[in-house]
């Protein structure tokens, strides 16, 4: 593998993530996270590797700003890790919607750049937010190339059948209405990781990835391609979330427009920003966290919840599992499958049928790559933690390699 720092940026609108990875020894060199670009009392935290968290409040009128306070950090003669710029090799950017135009990673050019832009209206709040983190690379870094990976790129193997929805097929022709399906990098890195872990062919298996964090989705791979997953044209669809309705039926918009005069608009924030877990608990808590402690004190707002999200999950096993004809193996991630025993319990409850029997102690684990089916459990239960960035600057240092 060739040896190169890879400097890989998240872009929101008004926040930006960045890891500084070494893509020989794959370890991170630094990283950080600016808040509040643009917005009074910004700041930077910055942690280089093995050195304390470095928080800085200070001004950050916009992206370009954010990104120059990151470079300065990475060469600052005290707590920098880099002599100069030059040590970094390649950028990585993550992209959230890339349609149906990039079905996988590509090097940035003003091409690409156009054709993500056509891809706006598809993420009206992410991807304009990532096309400025991109230009204000540029801006600072104009020699340096750069590569956009693609949230959506991992799906768009699914078949017609699984990415069509019910609906008159011009509407399709005309407006690209499909599911496309998000956190893909995930979905691959922990699909790769899990053939690792059983020591099989990825083109030979079966694998059902969880990827249950404050967005949630769920993805069917087969034979090393994805088949289906739960996320529709936007992020909404799917399992109940942090704050995401997921699923429901379309007829409800409009009902609750009438019973609470409300626009369109202010019911769908009401389905993104106040539903799911934090809605169903009757606004305890979105943080699962939270939740667990509540359900372990018999909290029936807590108890609710967890068994309607746990329910769902399951759900959605049963209908990949239909899909794929049969499964090889089951994978948690993120942030609540990764840290949290007890909603793994409950989904695999419903897993009898498939002969799932968890290890109990191996499900206590938290937070690290273990399996927790029973040794004679046919179908595997892997708890596999997810590295976006990793995944990120792999695909870059490949297409600049
Ligand atoms: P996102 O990246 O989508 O914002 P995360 O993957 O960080 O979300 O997941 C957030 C969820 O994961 C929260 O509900 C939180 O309770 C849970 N979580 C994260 N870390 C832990 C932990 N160490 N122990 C238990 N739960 C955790």
């Known amino acids: 593998m060739k040896d190169m720092n890879i400097l890989v940026i998240n872009c929101g609108s008004s926040s930006l993530k960045f890891q500084l990875i070494n893509s020989k020894s794959e370890e991170v060199i630094a990283?950080?996270?600016?808040?509040?670009?643009?917005?009074?009392?910004?700041?930077?935290?910055?942690?280089?590797?093995?050195?304390?968290?470095?928080?800085?409040?200070?001004?950050?009128e916009n992206h370009t700003t954010?990104?120059?306070?990151?470079?300065?950090?990475?060469?600052?003669?005290?707590?920098?890790?880099?002599?100069s710029l030059d040590e970094i090799g390649a950028v990585g950017h993550r992209i959230v919607h890339g349609g149906e135009k990039f079905a996988s990673s590509t090097l940035i050019n003003e091409e690409v750049l156009k054709a993500i832009e056509t891809c706006n209206d598809l993420a009206p709040l992410h991807n304009p937010a990532n096309l400025i983190g991109i230009r204000a690379c540029q801006e600072l870094m104009p020699d340096t190339p750069m590569a956009a990976v693609f949230d959506t790129a991992f799906h768009q193997t699914m078949p017609k059948e699984a990415y069509l929805y019910g609906i008159p097929y011009h509407y399709y022709e005309d407006y690209r209405v499909r599911r496309y399906g998000f956190h893909g990098t995930s979905h691959s890195y922990v699909s790769h990781r899990?053939?690792?872990?059983?020591?099989?062919?990825?083109?030979?298996?079966?694998?059902?990835?969880?990827?249950?964090?404050?967005?949630?989705?769920?993805?069917?791979?087969?034979?090393?391609?994805?088949?289906?997953?739960?996320?529709?044209?936007?992020?909404?669809?799917?399992?109940?979330?942090?704050t995401r309705s997921g699923d429901l039926d379309p007829?409800?918009?409009?009902?609750?427009?009438?019973?609470?005069?409300?626009?369109?608009?202010?019911?769908?924030?009401?389905?993104?920003?106040e539903s799911g877990v934090l809605g169903l608990s009757g606004g305890?808590?979105?943080?699962?966290?939270?939740?667990?402690?509540?359900?372990?004190?018999?909290q029936e707002k807590a108890v609710r919840t967890m068994k309607a999200f746990a329910y769902r999950v399951a759900k959605y096993i049963g209908a990949y599992t239909a899909a794929m004809n049969g499964v090889d193996a089951i994978?948690?991630?993120?942030?609540?499958?990764?840290?949290?025993?007890?909603?793994?319990?409950?989904?695999?409850?419903?897993?009898?049928?498939?002969?799932?029997?968890?290890?109990?102690?191996?499900?206590?684990?938290?937070?690290?790559?273990?399996?927790?089916?029973?040794?004679?459990?046919?179908?595997?239960?892997?708890?596999?933690?997810?590295?976006?960035?990793?995944?990120?600057?792999?695909?870059?240092?490949?297409?600049?390699?």
Do not use: W
């Not at 034979?223 to 909404?236: E, R």
């Open 251 to 273: 007829a409800i918009i409009e009902y609750l427009c009438n019973k609470e005069n409300k626009n369109v608009h202010e019911i769908l924030n009401v389905l993104n920003k």
């Open 331 to 401: 994978c948690f991630t993120a942030g609540i499958g990764e840290n949290n025993p007890l909603i793994r319990t409950m989904i695999s409850s419903y897993l009898g049928y498939l002969g799932i029997a968890l290890d109990e102690d191996a499900n206590s684990k938290r937070g690290e790559e273990v399996l927790i089916s029973t040794g004679g459990s046919k179908v595997k239960v892997l708890v596999i933690p997810t590295n976006e960035e990793l995944a990120i600057a792999r695909e870059t240092v490949e297409l600049v390699g």
């Open 194 to 242: 899990a053939a690792c872990m059983l020591d099989k062919s990825y083109e030979e298996l079966k694998i059902i990835v969880c990827h249950l964090g404050n967005g949630a989705s769920i993805s069917a791979v087969k034979n090393g391609k994805c088949v289906d997953t739960s996320m529709g044209l936007t992020p909404l669809e799917g399992l109940i979330m942090g």
């Open 66 to 83: 954010a990104i120059r306070l990151v470079l300065n950090a990475l060469t600052d003669e005290k707590c920098g890790v880099v002599k």
């Open 31 to 60: 990283k950080g996270l600016c808040e509040r670009i643009g917005i009074e009392g910004s700041q930077i935290a910055y942690t280089p590797a093995g050195g304390e968290k470095i928080v800085t409040v200070t001004p950050m």
């Open 284 to 298: 305890f808590s979105s943080d699962f966290r939270d939740l667990e402690k509540a359900y372990n004190e018999g």
